[in-house]
């Protein structure tokens, strides 16, 4: 079955940048979504379409793609940041989505 | 305001039944795919089935370790959609999401959750 790989943790200090990657082999041909979810709360959509912000996610959030891997990025990483991170897409058929196995930011 | 608002959930020993609702309001339901996630305690988010629109074909599809157990189906004219979950096993214990869309917007909507215990 298709597969997303993430690293399980990043850390950062306070006003840093944090990136997060997201590595499978249909990336290339299917978008890629980040989700961010905080303990004891559902999961929220933080980047769509591998680049696109939902209305109220701040600026801070940003996404790209390149090849086989998306990234989210978080500049100035701020104390609220701090939460498990998903990314999404779905196998070379298009049907299926996908999650990664998630990733957790640590802001120091 | 989107609203989704999850129930059903419970425990259920192993090879039991249970059926989940969400309740939909705060945008056009009949015209939304509706999706089912899961969250295995302390674990990552697995897509369990999605349902399209009726405009959209009205397609059910699953993920492979539910298909054959698990129904997806929907009321639009109660904004809600269900999964009816058979022959349950001990690893099909989660908390269940509603979400919508999964398609190129992502999920863009998600309820609270309800969860579901399997055990003897």
């Known amino acids: 079955s298709y597969e997303l790989t993430q690293p399980p943790s990043v850390s950062v200090s306070p006003g840093q940048t944090a990136r997060i990657t997201c590595s499978g082999d249909?990336?290339?041909?299917?978008?890629g979504y980040w989700y961010q979810q905080k303990p004891g709360q559902a999961p929220m959509l933080v980047i769509y379409k591998n680049t696109e912000r939902p209305s109220g996610i701040p600026e801070r959030f940003s996404g790209s793609s390149s090849g086989t891997t998306v990234t989210l990025t978080i500049s100035g990483v701020q104390a609220e940041d701090e939460a498990d991170y998903y990314c999404?897409?779905?196998?070379?058929?298009?049907?299926?989505?996908?999650f990664g196995g998630g990733t957790k930011l640590t802001v120091l | 305001e989107v609203q989704l608002v999850e129930s059903g959930g419970g425990l259920v020993k192993p090879g039991g039944s249970l059926r989940l609702s969400c309740a939909a309001s705060?945008?056009?339901?009949?015209?939304?795919?509706m999706n089912w996630v899961r969250q295995a305690p302390g674990k990552g988010l697995e897509w369990v089935g999605r349902i399209k629109s009726k405009p959209a074909g009205g397609t059910i599809d699953y993920a492979a370790p539910v298909k054959g157990r698990f129904t997806l189906s929907r009321d639009d004219s109660k904004n809600t959609v269900y999964l009816q979950m058979n022959s349950l096993k001990t690893e099909d214990a989660a908390v269940y999401y509603c979400s919508t869309g999964g398609g190129v917007v992502g999920f863009d909507y998600w309820g609270q959750g309800t969860l579901v215990t399997v055990s003897s």
């Open positions: 249909a990336l290339p041909n299917q978008y």
């Open positions: 705060g945008f056009t339901f009949s015209n939304a795919w």
């Open positions: 999404q897409s779905t196998d070379s058929s298009g049907t299926y989505p996908v």
